[in-house]
T-cell receptor, first 114, second 112 residues
């Protein structure tokens, strides 16, 4: 019974490049959340998606960041023209919805911008 | 109003001790209060959670105490073990599909 899967686990990008982070939710889960964790800090919400819809993107920076959760395939968090300040751990969580509060997290993608 | 304040920032106890981590919130619309455990290099793992209609919840060695009038909740770890050494985060959300608002974390070290 696979949990939330994220890949890659580690990603190194040079300033100005693009980063693509992927998240496959737990089986039976149709709600996906992305959070960012800066070194020695707590987790900050970025975006909440259901299949083909962005429900809440109130935590997403206005520029360079985008997210999608297509009908088929994983959810993608895309960061264009990365800067050093984007270096962080990015976590995806999934939820069953249908009145369920529980969010289960993946192992994260650690992005390093050089 | 969206903040969840967590203390202490770090905690050191001996094996068998009972570490207590506290969280406070302002938004009375919060309806769900989970605790997550995170080991270095891993994702947060859901440990235990409580809704405001109960004042206490136990799961194994972990207990949440909830004080609705004071808008505070805390995590107690009974008979703590070195394997409990991790960072613990409290969180809160308003509805089943709402985002989680996290506290800043408590780094717990349990010495043998």
């Amino acid at each position: 019974n696979a949990g939330v899967m994220q890949n890659p686990r580690h990603l190194v990008r040079r300033r100005g490049q693009e980063a693509r982070l992927r998240c496959s939710p737990m089986k039976g889960h149709s709600h996906v959340y992305w959070y960012r964790q800066l070194p020695e800090e707590g987790l900050k919400f970025m975006v909440y998606l259901q299949k083909e819809n962005i429900i809440d993107e109130s935590g997403m920076p206005k520029e360079r960041f985008s997210a999608e959760f297509p009908k088929e395939g994983p959810s993608i968090l895309r960061i264009q023209q990365v800067v050093r300040g984007d270096s962080a751990a990015y976590f995806c969580a999934s939820s069953r919805g249908q009145g369920s509060y529980e969010q289960y997290f993946g192992p994260g993608t650690r992005l390093t911008v050089t | 109003q969206q903040q969840v304040k967590q203390s202490p920032q770090s905690l050191i106890v001996q094996k068998g001790g009972i570490p207590i981590i506290n969280c406070a919130y302002e938004n009375t619309a919060f309806d769900y209060f989970p605790w997550y455990q995170q080991f270095p290099g891993k994702g947060p793992a859901l440990l235990i959670a409580i809704r405001p209609d109960v004042s206490e919840k136990k799961e194994g060695r972990f207990t949440i105490s909830f004080n609705k009038s004071a808008k505070q909740f805390s995590l107690h770890i009974m008979d703590s073990q070195p394997g409990d050494s991790a960072t613990y985060f409290c969180a809160a959300s308003r509805t089943p599909t709402d985002k989680l608002i996290f506290g800043t974390g408590t780094r717990l070290q349990v010495f043998p």
